[in-house]
């Protein structure tokens, strides 16, 4: 006989004498609505699946540790980079963009990349990309961007029409574009890729002193990344690769681990860069802005349940704590607001207190109440208004941020730099990609843009030609067009 059996209980606690068979009229039936088991199962089977994300939908994640390794106090009071060798528990998801919960880990996307930091002043949140700039620079456009990589209204299949359409008609994507069709649209999996903010965010130390940075986490394994050949096989054979490859790693004790690497520039070096430092299409070149290694993040936990972890985690590039702000950046000013909204929406107000999304290190003080699964105690009878004479909590006049100014009219500005939006595209393809590169790049194009009419084609080529002109002639032998077509 079995010692300590567990008992099957119904949520409240009944014991369950049967859970093979339903209470019924008879052996033939009907069932009884008395079988509060039975509906309860059932009930509860219909609710078991939440809103999806609207993008990253699919991802994997697993828990470690970030560790300093480099002294930054000069840049930044943040606590939990105040010693190097301190070291701060961390969770981190991977995930597709685009696609649903269901598609290929192989397919042509940017990566998620996000991390949180469970610190002594709170969660910090970074939420960034395998790729180091985005398509869009304003955040008005977004909504419209994820509808053209989504599934058509009517045919709801992907439609090439609309993904190349949206994009010829933005030319500052062409970046983005560009390193998307090179073979880094498809890592080989999570652990051999390179994260990265992609957003500039402010730094600020003890003494008011502000910085301009950006965030890049490189991967201790290596690049690595598949043909779009290899992509296609896994896509059929294994569309869960990269899923199960982080997982198996860490279950083997082959722990991932990436060194974090900060660029930083000075306010007064941000008003005249050549390039607008705040836009999240362009890089700063390293050899402007050397990067300086900072840490490491080594992922050794995988998660006890996937869904309580990895599909209820919650990551928000609102969430900063002392030392660590935003900056003007358009894309990442919409994202602030964004991102909590979106969590709200799929995991009710008080997502939070779930145990993925809470602080770990300290308690939250403040004088929201109520609302949908509220689980703990809600605060018990103190108040929930403030001022007050009750001892509730009070602001800190300290955790301000060092303000910087603004200028100019509040207006709908068009950009001012979009000469500039062609540069960086056709400096990667000339000096960085590799002969192998560029075949693969071009191929990726082609075989996709060949999808499209031949409208869209011609200027979604012609934005090709004003990034390299080499770039732009081998597209159009690619797809058949004549140089005259074109430069009409």
């Known amino acids: 006989m079995v010692k300590n059996k567990k008992i099957l209980t119904t949520n409240f606690g009944k014991p369950v004498d049967d859970d093979q068979n339903s209470i019924t009229a008879g052996d033939r039936g009907s069932v009884t609505l008395q079988d509060v088991?039975?509906?309860?199962?059932?009930?509860?089977?219909?609710?078991?699946?939440?809103?999806?994300?609207?993008?990253?939908?699919?991802?994997?994640?697993?828990?470690?540790?970030?560790?300093?390794?480099?002294?930054?106090?000069?840049y930044t009071k943040a606590k939990f980079l105040s010693k190097v060798g301190k070291k701060t528990e961390v969770f981190a998801r991977f995930s597709t963009v685009g696609g649903e919960k269901g598609s290929a880990d192989a397919e042509r996307d940017p990566r998620g990349f996000a991390v949180k930091f469970y610190t002594e002043e709170g969660n910090f949140d970074l939420v960034g990309n395998n790729t180091p700039v985005f398509f869009?620079?304003?955040?008005?456009?977004?909504?419209?961007?994820?509808?053209?990589?989504?599934?058509?209204?009517?045919t709801n299949t992907k439609d090439a029409n609309m993904f190349w359409d949206f994009l010829s008609l933005t030319p500052e994507s062409i970046h983005q574009v560009t390193i998307l069709f090179s073979d880094r649209g498809t890592p080989k999996?999570?652990?051999?890729?390179?994260?990265?903010?992609?957003?500039?965010?402010?730094?600020?130390?003890?003494?008011?002193?502000?910085?301009?940075?950006?965030?890049?986490?490189?991967?201790?394994?290596g690049i690595q990344n598949l043909t779009q050949q290899q992509a296609e096989v896994l896509k059929g054979n294994d569309p869960d690769h990269a899923t199960r490859d982080l997982f198996e790693a860490i279950e083997r004790g082959e722990y991932p681990s990436w060194t974090l690497e900060m660029q930083i520039m000075t306010p007064e070096e941000a008003t005249t860069y050549r390039f607008d430092p705040f836009d999240v299409t362009k890089v700063w070149p390293h050899s402007d802005y050397p990067p300086i290694k900072v840490g490491r993040m080594v992922l050794n936990r995988n998660p006890e349940n996937y869904f309580a972890e990895v599909e209820q985690a919650a990551f928000s590039p609102g969430n900063f704590i002392p030392g660590i702000a935003a900056s003007p950046d358009k894309m990442l000013q919409g994202r602030l607001f964004a991102y909590h909204d979106a969590h709200r929406y799929r995991l009710g107000p008080n997502y939070h207190l779930l145990p993925v999304n809470r602080p770990k290190t300290l308690t939250?003080?403040?004088?929201?109440?109520?609302?949908?699964?509220?689980?703990?105690?809600?605060?018990?009878?103190?108040?929930?208004?403030?001022p007050n004479s009750f001892d509730g909590p009070e602001p800190m006049p300290d955790a301000a941020e060092p303000a910087f100014s603004v200028s100019g009219k509040?207006?709908?500005?068009?950009?001012?730099?979009?000469?500039?939006?062609f540069v960086q595209a056709g400096n990667l393809f000339r000096s960085v990609m590799t002969k192998t590169d560029r075949e693969h790049l071009i191929n990726n194009i082609v075989t996709h843009l060949c999808h499209t009419n031949k409208e869209i084609q011609l200027r979604q080529t012609k934005i090709f030609f004003q990034a390299d002109p080499k770039y732009g002639r081998r597209v159009a032998e690619g797809l058949g067009l004549t140089l005259k077509d074109v430069k009409n």
């Open 136 to 154: 869009i620079r304003d955040p008005l456009k977004f909504p419209d961007f994820i509808h053209t990589q989504k599934r058509n209204p009517t």
């Open 37 to 74: 088991h039975l509906f309860e199962k059932l009930a509860h089977f219909n609710r078991e699946r939440i809103p999806e994300r609207v993008v990253h939908a699919k991802g994997a994640g697993a828990g470690g540790y970030f560790e300093v390794s480099k002294d930054v106090t000069k």
């Open 364 to 386: 939250m003080t403040n004088y929201q109440r109520d609302g949908l699964m509220r689980f703990d105690g809600n605060e018990g009878g103190k108040p929930n208004y403030y």
């Open 410 to 421: 509040a207006a709908r500005q068009k950009y001012i730099h979009q000469n500039d939006d």
């Open 189 to 221: 999996n999570y652990r051999h890729m390179n994260g990265y903010s992609s957003h500039t965010y402010k730094w600020y130390n003890n003494k008011g002193d502000y910085f301009w940075v950006k965030y890049h986490f490189k991967t201790d394994q």
